[in-house]
Nanobody, 120 residues
Framework: QVQLVESGGGLVQPGGSLRLSCAAS????????MGWYRQVPGKQRELVAR???????NYSDSVKGRFTISRDNAKNTVLLQMNSLKPEDTAVFYC??????????????WGQGTLVTVSS
C-alpha cells in the first residue's frame, strides 16, 4: 500500500508565500509523475503543476511564474513553492503520484489534501 502525506498548507496574506510538501511511502518500485492539484467547492479538481521523473514540468497558466514544483527522487517527495499568492489561489491542494509497485502494476494515489487560504 502506498500513502501520500502532505504538509505546509495554512493561512497567508495576499502576496505571501507558502511551501507545500508531499512524501510518498510504501511499496514503490518506481515513481513516475508527481503533481499538485487544487479544488474549490463547486468546481472540478484542476491541475496546478506536475513533474516527471526526469524533471520535466508543466504548470497551469494561472500559476506560471509564481509557483515552482520540484522533487527529490531518492526520497519520493515533491514540493510546491508558491509565491505572490492571490485570494483566488484559495483551495484544497492535493498531491498525486503515479508509480509502479513491486507487483509491476501501474497505479496512482492521491493525498488527503491540505487547505491553502489566501486572505487579509
Amino acid at each position: 500500500q502506498v500513502q501520500l502525506v502532505e504538509s505546509g498548507g495554512g493561512l497567508v496574506q495576499p502576496g505571501g508565500s507558502l511551501r507545500l510538501s508531499c512524501a510518498a511511502s510504501g511499496s514503490i518500485l518506481s515513481m513516475y509523475v508527481m503533481g499538485w492539484y487544487r479544488q474549490v467547492p463547486g468546481k472540478q479538481r484542476e491541475l496546478v503543476a506536475r513533474i516527471t521523473k526526469s524533471g520535466t514540468t508543466n504548470y497551469s497558466d494561472s500559476v506560471k511564474g509564481r509557483f515552482t514544483i520540484s522533487r527529490d527522487n531518492a526520497k519520493n517527495t515533491v514540493l510546491l513553492q508558491m509565491n505572490s499568492l492571490k485570494p483566488e489561489d484559495t483551495a484544497v491542494f492535493y498531491c498525486k503520484a503515479e508509480f509502479q509497485d513491486y507487483r509491476g502494476w501501474y497505479l496512482e494515489v492521491w493525498g488527503q489534501g491540505t487547505l491553502v487560504t489566501v486572505s487579509s
